[in-house]
């Protein structure tokens, strides 16, 4: 476990409005590695009564973000795509766990799954970073 990887990632979190709306948590960090966390609510849900896909990638996308800034060295996402396997439902604890597959000097790729309280996975999610060529503790410019 590193220690730089978790501050690296309470610096993001401090300014991630969104994971924390969606009452994301993190469970786990490490380089190249993230694993976040959350309960799909009512407010979640779509027309079907399951939850709507940008939720899932609201969600695998924070892990993937974490992962990927996780060695302080800021990226952002420069494509990604999803696979929805099964539906998740309400009262549902997601949990998406990020892994980088390669990590080169400006680019990297990596693999999200999101599983459910039974260890089903949920949705597949690819991404691809470009490091930006700051750090995650600078100020971004306006």
């Known amino acids: 476990m590193s220690h730089n990887a978790w501050q690296n990632a309470r610096a993001m979190y401090q300014h991630d409005a969104c994971a924390q709306a969606l009452g994301i948590d993190i469970l786990e960090m490490?380089?190249?590695?993230a694993v976040v966390?959350?309960?799909i609510t009512p407010q979640m849900l779509n027309g079907h009564q399951t939850c709507h896909g940008g939720q899932l990638f609201s969600l695998a996308d924070t892990a993937f973000a974490y992962a990927c800034n996780s060695q302080g060295l800021a990226a952002v996402a420069s494509g990604c795509s999803i696979e929805f396997i099964r539906p998740g439902f309400a009262g549902d604890r997601l949990?998406?766990?990020a892994r980088v597959k390669h990590q080169g000097k400006t680019t990297g790729v990596y693999d999200i799954e999101i599983t459910n309280q039974q260890q089903k996975t949920v949705a597949l999610f690819?991404?691809?970073s470009h490091r930006t060529g700051g750090t995650i503790l600078?100020?971004?410019?306006a």
């Open 30 to 33: 490490d380089e190249g590695y």
């Open 37 to 39: 966390t959350m309960t």
């Open 95 to 97: 949990t998406a766990t």
């Open 126 to 128: 690819r991404g691809k």
């Open 138 to 141: 600078e100020t971004p410019d």
